[in-house]
Each structure stands twice: as structure tokens, then as C-alpha cells.
């Protein structure tokens, strides 16, 4: 169960800083005036940029969303849709936390905290893409009863 919880958290928390830090780089780079010689290394660079900086400030939130997910998983009177809503808001919390960190530390003003909306986006597609613990811990019972 434990393991089930952390690869599930691993996959949400590293799809999300992946897919949007390239979601962001690549939505600013369409959104500039200037135009650049080659967009793809722009694009790609300031992906690796966004993805090392999140990854370095969300260390602490994957810690929280890891136990939520260990809690909410051990919680056999919930369903599985509730299961998840509550995984997501769990993972929105903790985004909100991770860039209110960065807000506060002032890497990042108020008017540019936009770049955290597709990490979050990503964190609430990937709890619903991704096969939870619980379900994965359901299924295995059921084979073995069979």
C-alpha cells in the first residue's frame, strides 16, 4: 500500500511539473511579441528551467501530498470518486501552498503567479488518469478471492 501511494504521488507530481512547466514555456512563447530564431530550444530551455524550479520548491508539497494520499488510502468507507475528490483537494492545497512558498520567498510577483495554473491543471488530470492505490489494492483482493 505504502509503495502503491508513493508511485501513484510520484507519477501525479512529476507529470505535473513536466507537462506544465512545457504547457508554460510553450503558451509564453506563443503569447511573446518578438519572434526568436528557433522556438523549439527556446521552448524546450525554458521547459527545463520551469521544471528544475518547481521541482526544487514542491519537494516539501510532494512530501504532504504523499501522506494525504497514504491517509485518504487507508480509508476503506470511502468510494473511489470520493477517494479522489478528496486526493485533489488535497493536491490543489498543496499547490496553492507550493506557489504561496514562492510568492512569499518573492521569486515570483502576484501578477505572474499564472504559471502555476497548468502544474496545478496537471495535478488534477493526473489523480483522475492515473489508477489510485486503493483501486490497485481492490483489484488485488479480488483476484486472490477468485
Not at 510553450?26 to 522556438?39: G, N, Q, V
Not at 470518486?81 to 507550493?98: E, H, Q
Request: proline share 3%; charged share 10%; glycine share 6%.
Amino acid at each position: 500500500m505504502k509503495k502503491g501511494a508513493l508511485v501513484y504521488g510520484l507519477k501525479i507530481w512529476l507529470s505535473a511539473i513536466v507537462f506544465g512547466s512545457l504547457t508554460f514555456s510553450t503558451t509564453f512563447e506563443l503569447t511573446r511579441d518578438d519572434t526568436i530564431p528557433e522556438p523549439i530550444k527556446y521552448i524546450v530551455f525554458w521547459a527545463l528551467v520551469a521544471s528544475i524550479c518547481v521541482l526544487i520548491f514542491s519537494i516539501p508539497g510532494f512530501v504532504l501530498f504523499y501522506f494525504s494520499i497514504l491517509f485518504l488510502s487507508k480509508k476503506t468507507s470511502i468510494s473511489k470518486i470520493n477517494r479522489k475528490l478528496a486526493i485533489g483537494i488535497a493536491g490543489l492545497v498543496v499547490c496553492i501552498i507550493t506557489f504561496a512558498l514562492l510568492l512569499l520567498v518573492g521569486h515570483v510577483n502576484v501578477s505572474d503567479s499564472y504559471f502555476s495554473l497548468p502544474y496545478v491543471a496537471f495535478v488534477i488530470t493526473g489523480i483522475w488518469f492515473y489508477k489510485s492505490p486503493a483501486v490497485l489494492l481492490t483489484s488485488r483482493l479480488s483476484s486472490e478471492q477468485q
